[in-house]
């Protein structure tokens, strides 16, 4: 099942803020984050194993709540380079206990403007 | 090359007609996976190779798809009698571990379908 993400869509000005969170209904073993921008490749941000562990990639941070089935991505002091659209995709186990694929979230559009 | 690089970018087909789509992995490279993505959502899961073995085909939506992974390198996500539905951009991922849930994947640009 797919990962919700939220908000859809952020438009904000460079130097603040944002946070995008992404819940699943299912028990997860992974989530992983990925940038795309329009017409290109999705690009690798990070990867949380392990509820709490927070891994970073130059200002942006995120946090992984296994409990909850939860993660969110914080955007720090954005630049015009981190617009794009944001996807989270979570890996839950399997009857085996094996983790499967990647199910991705439907994105969320973010804006950075001047 | 250095990256996933995916042919052709833009595929225009006629209802009905059969398509071929290739993916060249990073040299090296165990894993490949071949993603859907329409407009506005995130990427689907279609099929996974390791090497040359297809373990995994669930999320093919039809058996009109099929992918093949011959020699453990090159890939190509074949489309037999496209529909309307099939337009959409694939993407090509590949990964040097054995999973997609334990590692990054590097995501080939994509080729665009679409379908008249």
């Known amino acids: 099942q797919q990962p919700v993400q939220s908000p859809q869509a952020v438009i904000l000005r460079e130097g603040e803020d944002a946070v995008i969170n992404c819940s699943s209904s299912?028990?997860?073993?992974?989530v992983h984050w990925y940038r795309q921008k329009h017409g290109e490749a999705p690009v690798f941000l990070m990867i949380?194993?392990?509820?709490?562990e927070q891994k970073g990639h130059e200002k942006i941070s995120a946090s992984f709540n296994e409990k909850k089935q939860q993660s969110s991505l914080y955007l720090t002091a954005s630049q015009l380079s981190y617009s794009g659209t944001y996807f989270c995709?979570?890996?839950?186990?399997?009857?085996?206990?094996?983790?499967?694929?990647?199910?991705f979230g439907s994105g969320t559009q973010l804006t950075v403007l001047p | 090359g250095a990256g996933v690089s995916q042919s052709p970018r833009y595929k225009v087909a006629k209802r009905g007609q059969d398509v071929a789509l290739r993916c060249d992995p990073i040299?090296?490279?165990?894993?490949l996976f071949w993603y859907q993505q329409a407009l506005g959502q995130g990427p689907e899961f279609l099929t996974y190779?390791?090497?040359?073995?297809?373990?995994?085909k669930s999320g093919l939506p039809s058996d009109r798809f099929f992918a093949e992974r011959p020699e453990g390198s090159v890939s190509t996500l074949k489309i037999q009698r496209t529909q309307q539905e099939d337009s959409a951009v694939y993407l090509c991922?590949?990964?040097?571990?054995?999973?997609?849930?334990?590692?990054?994947?590097?995501f080939g640009e994509g080729s665009r379908l679409t379908v008249l």
């Open positions: 991922a590949s990964s040097p571990g054995l999973a997609a849930n334990t590692g990054e994947l590097f």
């Open positions: 299912k028990a997860l073993y992974s």
């Open positions: 949380l194993l392990k509820g709490g």
């Open positions: 995709g979570t890996a839950s186990f399997l009857s085996s206990g094996s983790a499967r694929q990647l199910t």
């Open positions: 040299s090296g490279h165990v894993s």
């Open positions: 190779f390791q090497n040359e073995a297809q373990l995994d």
